[in-house]
């Protein structure tokens, strides 16, 4: 999976409600549960310092 | 097959546990659902879902490149419509050491608890498909348990011909599966691969997974563009004997891939239009209109991905919020006062919902 970049999207004043992330070229929004391949990936590129999540615009 | 021989394999897989309907632990086995698409050129670079739904070509390192077509070729007389063809396009001989293709199912722990697997009652896996393709050739099949790290496969052989391939892999007393939404057991067939995966001895009996002796014997797909890979009819069942695959509406197929995948905005009306939402807003900002039921509760909470530029009045492209395995909310961020709609209109226009392993 080629994570490009990745930024929390914010709903209703919840600042960390799903992820927004560029992978393979496409843009996706990605929730925030471990059992979503997607964003299992995110947390091990996350863990092994090669992505950072940016904060909700 | 005999008849004969059918009935004796049915009677014994059930005594071993097995039989009956939906005795096939395997989704879309005979390849009839493609929601993602028909045909995926280039492929190779990325892992991924491209064409027949729940069918993963996982790749790795390599510079193979290939087309998968959603492919009319079948087995005659079995009663298939569709078969999934692979195309080498840019072949790869230069072998890096953790070059991977592997076409691969993977399957979710509680629908794989009827082998009970890790148990002193564990019951064996019997497993059949129809191959062939443009030269012979023999490729490594396995399952892989990702639960306990354990590992069983064997070769097979692929000719010009239409070739059923019937496989029991044994029974295996170590290592439980978890019974839950996670990945536990997958089906792996090796299509090419680097030298960390071949060297040592491909296990016939279960044991511990090892790089080395994971796709010994096997060839590689990408050894020459004329190389071709046809398959349908993949059943994997409990039981110690492969029985004639089982066919299911399209209805059912349909709804268990619509548990890892689906997507709305395709299907349009007699005016080219669908999904329509819209609203009045007295000012600028999300307006959350619309909650859409998903047909099937699906895995796992999915990632959703919106293509096309839609037809809008008075806002955004159509996006989604609170998804949750069993729907999600649809709205548009409101560019001004009044009223606003969106809605597709043209081919690419679509959400999809992605809780693939």
Redesign the interface.
């Known amino acids: 999976?080629?994570i490009k970049s990745a930024k929390y999207v914010s709903?209703l004043g919840n600042d960390k409600?799903?992820i927004e992330a560029v992978i393979?070229d496409?843009?996706?929004?990605?929730?925030l549960?471990p059992?979503?391949?997607?964003?299992a990936e995110i947390l091990k590129q996350v863990k092994e310092g090669t992505l950072t999540i940016k904060d909700a615009d | 097959m005999s008849k004969a021989a059918e009935l004796a394999n049915l009677i014994g897989n059930i005594n071993a546990g097995g039989g009956g309907v939906n005795r096939n632990v395997l989704v879309n086995g005979a390849t009839n659902v493609s929601q993602r698409s028909v045909s995926s050129t280039g492929l190779g670079a990325s892992a991924g879902y491209f064409t027949a739904d729940r069918w993963k070509f996982q790749v790795a390192n390599t510079a193979g490149r290939f087309t998968a077509t959603q492919d009319s070729s079948v087995p005659t007389g079995k009663g298939f419509a569709n078969s999934i063809k692979l195309a080498c396009t840019t072949a790869d001989t230069s072998l890096a050491n953790t070059e991977q293709f592997i076409f691969q199912q993977k399957l979710e722990g509680q629908n794989v608890q009827g082998f009970a697997k890790g148990t002193s009652d564990a019951k064996p896996f019997a497993l059949s498909f129809y191959v062939k393709g443009n030269a012979n050739a023999t490729y490594v099949v396995a399952l892989y348990d990702e639960d306990n790290g354990r590992y069983v496969g064997k070769t097979f052989s692929v000719t010009t011909d239409w070739t059923r391939v019937e496989i029991t892999f044994p029974a295996d007393t170590t290592g439980t599966l978890d019974d839950d939404n996670a990945s536990s057991l997958e089906l792996w067939i090796w299509l090419h691969c680097g030298p960390t995966y071949k060297g040592g001895t491909l296990p016939l009996t279960w044991a511990s997974y090892s790089n080395a002796n994971a796709a010994e014997g096997g060839d590689s797909f990408f050894d020459s563009t004329s190389r071709t890979f046809f398959i349908t009819g993949v059943q994997l069942e409990v039981g110690q004997n492969p029985t004639e695959f089982e066919h299911e509406p399209i209805e059912r197929t349909l709804t268990k891939c619509h548990r890892y995948f689906h997507r709305i905005g395709d299907a349009k009306d007699g005016n080219g239009y669908s999904l329509l939402i819209g609203g009045y807003q007295g000012d600028a900002g999300d307006d959350y209109t619309s909650y859409y039921s998903f047909p099937v509760e699906m895995r796992a909470i999915p990632t959703s991905t919106v293509s096309g530029t839609w037809n809008t009045i008075r806002t955004s492209n159509i996006k989604t919020a609170y998804v949750t395995v069993q729907g999600c909310t649809l709205y548009g961020s409101i560019t001004g006062a009044g009223s606003w709609y969106l809605h597709g209109d043209s081919a690419d226009d679509h959400v999809s919902f992605d809780g693939e392993l």
Do not use: K
Not at chain 1, 26 to 31: A, C, E, H, L, Y
Not at chain 1, 35 to 39: F, G, I, P, S
């Open positions: 999976m080629d709903f409600a799903q393979d496409v843009t996706m929004n990605i929730p549960d059992a979503n391949r997607h964003y």
